[in-house]
């Protein structure tokens, strides 16, 4: 028999890995920002990772992110979204109202839509360009080769502060070989943060010098399955 999911034990675990691998890389553990990805889960869920502690979460799609956090913010001081999902250009007045970080800036009307709607408010969230290591068709980002060349004109053609670089590995390879090319792409490029390791191999990404790692189902159980409505969380 399964015991019902404990986010506040899971979130706890997932830290002490992150202690765990920066010990090991011998970084300092304030360099690495745990973003919960909360994503399909409800405001209970969300509830309990918040009372464990947690303020920084993260999720992949403007309307839900608008229709879950505006009430949780109001009631809990302190607390930072990050999108991590692929931004519709028409989307960026919202998303630039709604997150403190935006992880996947990746083609030149989005820069375009960014950068109106940042002088027009006033709000700047921290860019991160994400950079498609595996070059796979079906992936987000900038393939490898253009991505010095997109950050260039990210920051000179439309006066955007890029802050990092966000990558997600193909998901049957090693991802070790992509977190290194992400990082040495950062390097270059002289951007401090990298936005890298889900669930499965955030303490890889840590060895590499992810700055953000963004862990969904490691601290808040399974998503359920595509297309099917997510569960009531019943406490
Ligand atoms: C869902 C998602 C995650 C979290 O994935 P887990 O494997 O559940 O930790 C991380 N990054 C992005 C971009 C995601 O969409």
């Known amino acids: 028999m399964t015991e019902p999911h404990d986010p506040a034990a899971a979130l706890a675990a997932v830290r002490s890995e992150i202690a765990a691998a920066c010990r090991e890389a011998s970084r300092p553990l304030d360099g690495v920002t745990l973003l919960a990805v909360s994503k399909t889960h409800g405001a209970d869920a969300i509830g309990k990772v918040i009372a464990a502690g947690q303020r920084v979460f993260a999720e992949n799609r403007v309307q839900e992110a608008q229709a879950k956090w505006p009430p949780l913010r109001e009631r809990h001081a302190g607390l930072a979204l990050h999108l991590v999902g692929a931004l519709q250009s028409n989307k960026a007045r919202e998303a630039v109202a709604l997150f403190d970080a935006i992880h996947a800036l990746d083609r030149d009307s989005l820069c375009a839509a960014l950068a109106r709607e940042i002088e027009r408010s006033g709000r ?36 955007l502060a890029v802050s990092g670089l966000m990558c997600i590995p193909p998901a049957h390879e090693a991802p070790a070989p992509h977190f290194a090319l992400a990082a040495k792409i950062a390097a270059r490029n002289g951007l401090a943060l990298l936005s890298m390791g889900m669930s499965a191999d955030f303490g890889v990404a840590i060895r590499f010098g992810a700055t953000h790692v963004r862990v969904g189902t490691a601290i808040f159980g399974a998503r359920p399955a595509p297309g099917r409505p997510p569960l009531s969380a019943g406490s």
């Open 124 to 159: 700047a969230p921290q860019l991160f360009v994400q950079v498609n290591t595996g070059a796979e068709p079906q992936k987000g980002g900038v393939l490898p080769e253009a991505a010095d060349g997109f950050i260039a004109a990210a920051r000179s053609g439309y006066g």
